[in-house]
């Protein structure tokens, strides 16, 4: 028999409702969306559980976390699996979210868990962004399908790679792979690589895409692993899922169901903040595009706003001599509007190199607070990608989806190669390759139970421009753990989401609850900082 569960705390509760803005329904038919029942009663069980007691609660409120004292599927050793549970705790367990989420089939696939839900899937409010470490994705039981995660194909040769020792050790699982290792791969190992990503344990090395059976037979030529490295190796044909969007997909925004939130801050209150809609003009002064506002940031007596660049990138192709100018005409070309019709508040000044991190200049009387609006929290620091662990919890605030949580499953590197060492990097000599690999720009490799969009109606640019800020971190010594509050307090943002189309409802696939974000530490490694004061007031520009 399994432990005693702990009693629930009775004052406790997920997450309410958000009042500002719902999050947009795609799906032609609305599910059906009830609050949970009891299923005692119900005589179509499709799954048996032992007569053990149903486990209690302990939820964590800023988290949306369903977690339990007696089990989890996190083991001491960082690792995620079910492995981790005992057969009756996980009896108990879908005992538990049976009775209180009608939840009848289950899919264990870590670090995901899929729940099929009798009578439709539960109130948003009531369901838990994860259950006992796994990330929870709610579906209909009538809608309810096998999803596969693996990302990556294994090779089939013996014949395996070294690497240097030092290099090694910056190959390890629940770690992020460092830069030196990441160039020293892509310039000595893998030579025609377009990028490397860490996948939880796995090192993905994305080739270029070819037809599927050269890339068969390229995997009997390619080695299995890479020697005494703790991470697995796989190969992708192509880039990873979801990830071309950064450079194909030019946006078309659409208001489905009237959810999405375009109020004009700045015209009602004189105010805007993170989370807020931006959008680029059209030749008639018409809104073009919109995203969400990032964060104010500042070097020196510079001040911007971090936004998305893909929104004024056919403005930077068409006027590339009026980029960066400060004159009238490259301010009504590079034009940032507030809400719908919109308010102007400023243009876009400047790009973060090769990343989709564009930093607008603001203009005129108004105020950007950083403050996000719906929670008691505020950005205080940019958090380099390295100070990231894979399991760390994000949230992101976009106009279109209101507030949704992600979880860190590593970190990609794009490579870009060129004939001669760029002055941006520092790569190692690449030997016979005739090329120098270097790092163009990196993205937090993340996980949502939120799935992405792959087809008509969507909201292209939802959370494109929603900074990541950071809730939740991984500790190995449990003893040590600080708590969400905690985290939070300390104001932390790691990155900036591009493209993350929001999917039609019953059209599943595994790879699209796999989100990239741009990393800030190009910001960092410039001198940028967030701006600390409570409301943000704009300083005149020196240049």
């Known amino acids: 028999m399994a432990p005693p569960i702990s009693p629930l705390k009775e004052h406790e509760q997920l997450t309410p409702v958000r009042p500002r803005k719902n999050r947009p329904s795609f799906s032609p038919q609305k599910l059906s969306v009830q609050q949970p029942h009891n299923l005692r009663e119900s005589k179509s069980m499709t799954l048996l559980v032992p007569d053990t007691k149903v486990p209690q609660v302990e939820l964590d409120l800023p988290t949306a976390a369903l977690n339990f004292k007696e089990f989890s599927f996190r083991g001491n050793d960082g690792n995620l699996g079910r492995y981790n549970v005992s057969v009756e705790h996980l009896h108990a367990l879908q005992l538990h979210l049976m009775e209180n989420y009608n939840a009848v089939q289950f899919q264990y696939s870590e670090p995901f868990i899929i729940l099929g839900c009798k009578g439709g899937v539960p109130a948003e409010h009531l369901r838990p962004f ?5 990330i929870a994705i709610w579906m209909a039981n009538e809608e309810f399908q096998p999803l596969g995660f693996v990302i990556g194909d294994r090779g089939r040769s013996e014949v395996v790679p070294a690497v240097p020792s030092e290099l090694l050790q910056q190959l390890q699982r629940r770690k992020m792979p460092g830069r030196e290792a990441i160039i020293y791969l892509a310039n000595n190992v893998f030579k025609d690589c377009i990028a490397i990503t860490l996948h ?12 599927q059976s050269k890339y068969l037979e390229r995997l009997e030529e390619l080695p299995y692993a890479i020697r005494d490295c703790e991470c697995s190796l796989k190969f992708h044909n192509g880039p990873m899922p979801q990830t071309e969007k950064y450079r194909m997909i030019h946006p078309q925004p ?9 109020t004009d801050y700045v ?9 807020t809609m931006l959008s680029s003009v059209n030749k008639e002064g018409k809104i073009r595009s919109s995203v969400t506002a990032g964060v104010l940031v500042e070097k020196g007596l510079r001040q911007r706003l971090t936004c998305s660049f893909h929104c004024w990138e056919a403005h930077a192709s068409k006027y590339p001599q009026k980029f960066g100018s400060t004159d009238s005409e490259a301010q009504r070309i590079f034009k940032v509007l507030q809400g719908n019709p919109g308010t102007n508040v400023g243009f876009i000044r400047e790009r973060v190199g090769d990343t989709d991190i564009a930093l607008a200049q603001l203009i005129g009387n108004h105020n950007f607070k950083n403050q996000f609006m719906d929670m008691q929290y505020r950005p205080k620091s940019l ?14 605030d976009s106009y279109t989806t209101g507030i949704q949580r992600l979880k860190c499953l590593g970190l990609r590197a794009f490579i870009c190669r060129e004939s001669k060492k760029p002055n941006t990097s520092q790569p190692v000599e690449a030997g016979t390759t005739g090329s120098l690999a270097y790092i163009q720009f990196e993205q937090l490799a993340c996980a949502t139970n939120q799935h992405v969009m792959t087809t008509k109606p969507y909201i292209r640019n939802g959370a494109c421009g929603a900074v990541l800020f950071r809730c939740n971190i991984e500790q190995m010594d449990r003893a040590q753990e600080l708590s969400s509050t905690q985290v939070m307090s300390r104001g932390e943002i790691a990155a900036m989401m591009h493209y993350a189309d929001a999917k039609l409802e019953g059209h599943q696939s595994g790879e699209n609850y796999y989100i990239f974000a741009d990393v ?3 910001l960092i490694e410039d001198g940028w900082k967030v701006v600390q004061t409570p409301e943000s007031t704009k300083r005149k520009e020196t240049d």
């Open 383 to 396: 958090l380099s990608s390295r100070d990231v662990t894979p399991n760390d919890e994000f949230l992101l």
């Open 520 to 522: 800030f530490d190009p």
């Open 254 to 262: 659409q208001t489905i169901d009237g959810a999405k939130d375009e």
């Open 200 to 211: 939880w344990n796995s090192l993905v090395i994305e080739l270029p895409r070819t037809e």
């Open 130 to 134: 994860s259950i006992a470490g796994l």
């Open 267 to 275: 015209s009602f209150w004189g105010n805007f903040y993170p989370g």
